[in-house]
Every structure is written in structure tokens, then in C-alpha cells.
């Protein structure tokens, strides 16, 4: 049974950092691409970032690029999200999937329950 679990999310101020994490269980890791999509309040699915850890490869939208950095480390099936420079515009619910989002969201085959991001003063 494919399993992903979120945490680390939470209320931050603008400009600040927080790093989520995803443990997945039921596949192999290192050969999937892993995604983080969000969803923001009242608005549609949307897509932050893929890493495909077998070639070396990381993608991000444009509205995270510079301030977001995805990783994955395989010998503890988790995937990461070191997220700086936190603006409001970030608040959503954040999910880890299994699969290439980058290419489409529908290619996502399984994702998580969500950790909230909340950026405010």
C-alpha cells in the first residue's frame, strides 16, 4: 500500500523558513519522481516542485523558484522542502505526491493528507 506523510508545517511570518517533510512507504523511493503541489484557500491545485533523485534533476515553478529547494533522501524514503523567504502568498495546504507533477498534475498517482503552511504576522 503506497503511504505518504506530511509534517512540518505550520504558522510563520513573512520572510521566514520552514522545511516540510513527506516518509512514503509502499514503492521504491529513488526510482519515482516525487512531487509538492499546494492549495491555497478558495483556489485549485496547484504545482511547486519535482525531483527526480534517479538523474539528479529538480524542477519549480517560477513563484517558488529561488526561495524553495527540494530534496530527497533515499536511504529514509523521505522528501523534503527547505521553503525561505516565506510570503503570504504561500499559505496553503502542501502536499507531497508520487509521480511528475511538473509534467501535469494528473500524473500525480498518490499524495498525502496535507500539512498546512500559514504565512502572517
Known amino acids: 500500500e503506497v503511504q505518504l506523510v506530511e509534517s512540518g508545517g505550520g504558522l510563520v511570518q513573512p520572510g521566514g523558513s520552514l522545511r516540510l517533510s513527506c516518509v512514503v512507504s509502499?514503492?521504491?523511493?529513488?526510482?519515482?519522481?516525487m512531487s509538492w503541489v499546494r492549495q491555497a484557500p478558495g483556489k485549485g491545485l496547484e504545482w511547486v516542485s519535482t525531483?527526480?533523485?534517479?538523474?539528479?534533476?529538480?524542477y519549480y515553478a517560477d513563484s517558488v523558484k529561488g526561495r524553495f529547494t527540494i530534496s530527497a533522501d533515499n536511504t529514509k524514503n523521505t522528501l523534503y522542502l527547505q521553503m525561505n523567504s516565506l510570503k503570504s502568498e504561500d499559505t496553503a495546504v502542501y502536499y507531497c505526491?508520487?509521480?511528475?507533477?511538473?509534467?501535469?498534475?494528473?500524473?500525480?498517482?498518490?499524495r498525502g493528507q496535507g500539512t498546512l503552511v500559514t504565512v502572517s504576522s
Open positions: 525531483i527526480y533523485s534517479y538523474i539528479d534533476k529538480t
Open positions: 505526491g508520487k509521480g511528475d507533477a511538473d509534467l501535469g498534475l494528473d500524473n500525480l498517482d498518490a
Open positions: 509502499g514503492f521504491t523511493f529513488g526510482d519515482s519522481a
